[in-house]
């Protein structure tokens, strides 16, 4: 079984996962750039980050045989502290980056003004950047957040936007606008493998993502492995599985994660598209 994890937050894990990502399956990563927890205080503190997502980190995941790639955004938790506000004209720079195969994650946590100027704007970056979007839905009040949030990516083709954190009560909002569905596994909040793999029943493995969403919380970097195990166990076939775990994060993402991972050859830095 192959597995691309299409969402996890590796800077929050040990190494001791990658090495048990790797004997489960998985090849390749994509990091979204995220709230850490503790809040950033100002625009240098995201451009550190942005920087170790795209030389610190893929290093380390390479010593293990796994590419990472990444997203990189102002997140919706942080885009209402004005103390950030300044990392969107920072962002345009690093979008440029190789590694670097989406905007994201944006949209909402608590739905305010300060996120809808943030959530557009990225929007508009992707746009011209031409790169797919990955939309957080929001943790309270999801179904109304789902909805307005696919009110304001109307403007994108659907194919290039992928919705993620859904649930049985979004997934049908999602999968009648075009757009890409994401589920998030965990082991005790949010989905789980049994309650994935009814979805999968119902709406099919077209333009499905399945991921960890692993952080410095409660998670596990090995459920997408579970879930592949529990499609299994259900009678899909492994070309099912493989579409779910390893082609259609590819194709969204617009990656081979088969290409070569970046080894001892790391200089803290990325080439530039076209470079």
């Not at 998985?26 to 451009?47: C, D, H, I, K």
């Not at 797919?132 to 936007?161: N, Y």
């Not at 859904?166 to 049994?194: H, Q, R």
Request: with cysteine.
């Amino acid at each position: 079984m192959r597995i691309f994890d299409p969402h996890i937050h590796m800077t929050s894990r040990t190494t001791d996962d990658y090495e048990r990502m790797h004997d489960a399956g998985v090849r390749a990563v994509v990091e979204p750039a995220f709230w850490l927890g503790q809040p950033r205080t100002n625009v240098g503190s995201f451009l550190d980050y942005f920087d170790a997502l795209l030389g610190w980190e893929p290093y380390r995941a390479a010593q293990h045989g796994i590419r990472h790639l990444c997203a990189l955004a102002l997140n919706p938790k942080e885009a209402n502290d004005p103390r950030c506000a300044g990392v969107l004209d920072e962002l345009p720079r690093y979008l440029l980056k190789e590694s670097v195969v989406a905007v994201g994650e944006v949209g909402y946590d608590s739905m305010t003004p300060a996120e809808d100027k943030a959530f557009e704007a990225q929007l508009a970056m992707a746009a011209e950047h031409d790169l797919p979007v990955l939309v957080h839905t929001p943790h309270r009040d999801k179904a109304e957040g789902t909805r307005r949030t696919l009110d304001v990516v109307r403007g994108l083709p659907p194919e290039r936007v992928l919705i993620d954190h859904l649930n049985e009560v979004t997934v049908g909002m999602v999968a009648d606008s075009g757009c890409w569905m994401g589920f998030s596994i965990y082991p005790d909040t949010k989905m789980d493998p049994g309650r994935m793999v009814a979805i999968l029943q119902e709406y099919g493995t077209e333009r499905m993502l399945v991921n960890s969403a692993a952080d410095w919380g409660r998670s596990d970097p090995l459920r997408t492995r579970a879930v592949g195990d529990a499609m299994r166990a259900a009678g899909y076939t492994e070309d099912d599985v493989d579409r779910v775990l390893w082609r259609n994060p590819s194709a969204f993402y617009g990656a081979d994660p088969e290409a070569p991972v970046m080894g001892d050859d790391y200089a803290g830095n990325t080439i530039k598209r076209g470079g």
